[in-house]
């Protein structure tokens, strides 16, 4: 069943989506949760080096988001995996993916060399940005500068251009990840596979700090990062959702790989919160047993391939 439809760039649903609860605390059983919670913006597309809107638009990869995804695959694999193993808590992995194929193949890169099969859900799909799909920042704020500024502003402005509402799209997502992760145990970890905007809604709406209006409380992830989350059990039956990293990323970057000699597809720089490094101009919290070399910590700053669909 389709969850996002649209006819002439206005937003419309004929998925049967129950709403997501609005309480902090979750009903769950203990013996089928997730050990922990991975999930990852994919690498970038030429509309991201463009500063283009996507929103539900099938963009694959670009030769860089392809490299990101292969680098942050590995980086996830020697931390959840092999680094697991090696302290003898060899664990398992579920992994799901939105089915727009730049997510997809991101899933890929880092299922693909462990023989894992990635579970497709449309429920994990981009918001849908309406009659801004396909336009650039700069397009959109010469065409509708008060919208634009109170679409940053979360005031609403882009609503009067067929946009999926946010709390929708924050719903469908967290429901997504409530699923799948009743699927799991405590011996397997859930990685999801997703888009920036939605990453940003829906673990608000999880963590219990998203309502229907607000939607202030995280900055957006940089291509191929990642957050990670916990349920954290307070009564024998119910849980929270603990946000332990996010935007986390791998230090290191592209141009340090060419100077090491490492062969790469292409020669040039990344630009900020394009890749999956963690340098002072990305947002970056990390904390928890499992961070690791993979995480890192920087100051916030605001940056557009932050936000950029």
Known sequence: MAYITHDGGNFSTSGNLSRFSASVLHEGDP???PGRVVIVRHGRTSYNLLGRIQGVADIPLDDH???QARTSAAALRGVYVDQATARGDARRQLVVSSDLTRARQTAQAFADPLGLPVHLDE???ERYFGQWEGMTFEEI???SPDDYYSWLAHEGGEMRHGFEPADHAACRGAQAVQDWAARCDPGTDLFVFAH???IMLMLQKLLGTGTATNYLGLSGMGNAR???VELNFVQPRRYLWMLD???AGRAGSRQQALERGVSSDDGRRQSDG???VCSPSVSCVSAGPYSHHFFSRASPEKHDSLISP
């Open 226 to 228: 990642c957050a990670q």
């Open 274 to 276: 394009d890749g999956p």
């Open 245 to 247: 990293a996010y935007n």
């Open 141 to 143: 704020k010469r065409q």
């Open 31 to 33: 013996a089928h949760v």
């Open 65 to 67: 988001g392809l490299w």
């Open 196 to 198: 920036g905007s939605v």
């Open 123 to 125: 429920r994990l799909e």
